[in-house]
């Protein structure tokens, strides 16, 4: 699963992409609103580990995370 962290522009919030190997999109959601978008995919007991990957992850950037 791939992560993409977008910066917001103006009173556009910053959000996240969670994409799978194909780069399909999974998710999409708020940097400061996570818990809806991963529970309905599933993965709400790693909403801990995909957040403490986000706050470190600069905008633009994709990182690869095994889950």
Do not use: C, N, W
């Amino acid at each position: 699963m791939y992560v993409i962290k977008v910066k917001g522009i103006a009173k556009i919030p910053d959000y996240v992409q969670l994409r799978d190997e194909k780069f399909t999109l999974l998710a999409y959601f708020r940097v400061d609103r996570p818990d809806k978008s991963l529970d309905k995919l599933g993965l709400g007991d790693k909403l801990g580990y995909i957040m403490e990957v986000v706050h470190d992850l600069p905008f633009g950037k994709i990182a690869k995370i095994d889950i």
